[in-house]
């Protein structure tokens, strides 16, 4: 079976902090993938990273980083500069290399910067 | 492109009520899928398809039956209401190649009284 786990519940910081929302999943498969969502107040569900198992290099984009480390199974988000606009709740996911992609979500992680 | 589309957005349902949830999408995915959101627990699975035809139940499947008779479309059914149900539900579409990313519907705001 698989499992995602967001130990942070929620986290709130004060705009322009640097902040890091953790992420370790359980799996037994070799081949997998990993994803990060956010999900706006609006509501909906945005796509931010796809990584999979075979590729532990850091990923950069603007003031958003991950780091995927196997040696742990975790993949942590890290926002640099957090801005106002960056509160919403992070979902980390996992589905495996099988016919059936079927999302294992992490139950979330409420992030509140204030101004 | 319309993505994914599902309606209706809001829904307010008595116990023992039937409805149907719909969810369409127009980008040609094989995969459609089904989940539900409850505060504090994430998304969990209830049914997915890997194609017209096919279908099977996720991790919370009971109290819902799915059906997939077109490539587009992969509708919700509940059969029988019950507050528990009450959720927000959100249907995705994805290539069949693991590697691809899931597109995901508004969401639908269930209230079962």
């Known amino acids: 079976a698989q499992k995602v786990t967001q130990a942070q519940t929620e986290i709130s910081v004060v705009e322009k902090e640097d902040v890091t929302l953790d992420c370790v999943y359980e799996?037994?498969?070799?081949?997998?993938?990993l994803f990060w969502y956010k999900q706006p107040p609006s509501g909906e569900l945005v796509f931010l990273i796809r990584?999979?198992?075979?590729?532990?290099q850091n990923e950069i984009s603007g003031r958003y980083s991950w780091n995927f480390q196997k040696s742990t199974s975790s993949f942590n988000f890290t926002i640099t500069a957090s801005q106002v606009v960056d509160s919403a709740v992070y979902f980390c996911?996992?589905?495996?290399?099988?016919?059936?992609?079927?999302?294992?979500f992490g139950s979330g992680t409420q992030l509140t910067v204030l101004p | 492109n319309a993505g994914v589309t599902q309606t209706p957005k809001f829904q307010v349902l008595k116990t023992g009520q039937s409805m149907t949830l719909q969810c369409a999408q127009d980008m040609n995915h094989e995969y459609m899928s089904w989940y539900r959101q409850d505060p504090g627990m994430g998304l969990r699975l209830i049914h997915y398809?890997?194609?017209?035809?096919?279908?099977d139940q996720g991790e919370v499947p009971n109290g819902y039956n799915v059906s997939r008779s077109t490539t587009e479309d992969f509708p919700l059914r509940l059969l029988s209401a019950a507050p528990s149900q009450t959720s927000v539900y959100f249907c995705?579409?994805?290539?069949?190649?693991?590697?691809?990313?899931?597109?995901f519907g508004p969401g639908t705001r269930l209230t079962v009284l």
């Open positions: 995705a579409s994805s290539y069949s190649s693991p590697a691809g990313e899931q597109f």
């Open positions: 799996t037994r498969d070799t081949t997998y993938y």
């Open positions: 990584r999979n198992s075979f590729d532990e």
């Open positions: 398809s890997v194609g017209a035809g096919i279908t």
């Open positions: 996911a996992l589905t495996n290399s099988g016919s059936a992609r079927q999302l294992t």
